[in-house]
């Protein structure tokens, strides 16, 4: 966006793919013995306090999690915002936030005009292990005005070479089912009477604040419902618990992220002197 990202920690990494990124993140972790100790696909509620004065975060019900310090870092993905018609009950598992779901050889439309949709639909065109699928664009506006110059430089480029399909300047009216039970798909009428079948749709309309899990951590939230925090330390009204990242703010950068856990990570270091 122009912006230059300055880091503030001990912490970087150089421009780079997605990949490349995680590969060098998952290489920092497990060299500081790190990696192993995340505990993945498990969502948690909240994070309250014991009576011992500890932070308890439930796993499940068997397990459970006690720390001295918990940094909240939920990000706004959780609670993806989603278009305002209904979602029929059959074709649910074919309507997503995120490309996680997509297979190749399926037919898919990416919805969204921003920076999230520029990249899901050129990085699907260009994922080496998706060639067979077959991708569109929709955004209810006839050009690209909301991505960063990369990312309109790149969506350009694929929709002129028709790599990726053009369904812009034209909203979704609603999705119903296409099929029979059991090979359901997704038929989207869109605002100008046309309509098409998919195999999947993927919306990427930005996410909100997960209020839910702040309320439920009895964090105090603002006006937009974001966490209230010392800027300083990003200590919340509750000693101990920290929020960082994109849950506080909606500028969605990596480096402010890793920037915002330096200064907790200096705050604690500087409590437990
Ligand atoms: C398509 C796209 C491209 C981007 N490109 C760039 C880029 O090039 N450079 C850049 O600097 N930034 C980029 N960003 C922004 C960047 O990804 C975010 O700013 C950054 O990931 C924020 O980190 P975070 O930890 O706050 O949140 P996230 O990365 O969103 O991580 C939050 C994590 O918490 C998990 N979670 C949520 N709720 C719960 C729960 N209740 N229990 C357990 N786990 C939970 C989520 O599953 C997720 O794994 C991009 C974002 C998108 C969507």
Redesign the pocket.
């Known amino acids: 966006m122009g912006r230059k990202?300055e880091f503030e920690g001990n912490v970087s990494f150089d421009?780079c793919s997605?990949e490349e990124?995680i590969k060098q993140m998952d290489d920092l972790l497990a060299s500081h013995g790190l990696l192993e100790k995340f505990v993945y696909n498990?969502?948690?509620?909240n994070t309250v306090t014991g009576d011992d004065g500890l932070f308890v975060i439930k796993l499940d019900e068997d397990n459970i999690v006690k720390a001295k310090n918990v940094i909240v870092?939920?990000?706004?993905?959780?609670?993806p915002n989603k278009p305002g018609y209904k979602f029929p009950r059959a074709i649910r598992p074919r309507l997503n936030f995120?490309l996680s779901n997509v297979c190749n050889g399926e037919k898919v439309m990416i919805v969204g005009g921003g920076?999230?949709a520029?990249?899901?639909a050129y990085?699907l065109v260009e994922l080496e292990d998706m060639q067979d699928c077959t991708v569109t664009l929709n955004y209810r506006k006839p050009t690209i005005t909301r991505m960063n110059p990369m990312n309109t430089e790149m969506t350009t480029k694929y929709l002129d070479n028709g790599k990726l399909i053009n369904k812009m300047g034209v909203d979704v009216e609603g999705v119903e089912v296409d099929g029979d039970p059991g090979e359901e798909r997704v038929k989207v009428n869109f605002t100008d009477g046309t309509s098409e079948v998919y195999e999947r749709v993927v919306y990427?309309l930005?996410?909100t604040s997960?209020v839910d899990?702040l309320v439920n951590s009895k964090i105090d939230v603002g006006r937009w419902d974001e966490p209230l925090m010392d800027e300083k330390t990003m200590e919340t009204n509750i000693k101990g618990l920290y929020t960082?990242?994109?849950?506080?703010?909606d500028?969605?950068?990596?480096?402010?992220?890793f920037n915002?856990a330096s200064y907790v990570m200096n705050d604690i270091v500087a409590k437990n002197k």
Do not use: C
């Open positions: 990202a421009e997605k990124y498990t969502e948690i509620w870092s939920v990000g706004r993905m959780g609670k995120n920076d999230t520029g990249e899901y990085g990427a930005g996410g997960p899990f960082i990242g994109d849950v506080v703010t500028q969605g950068s990596i480096a402010l992220a915002h």
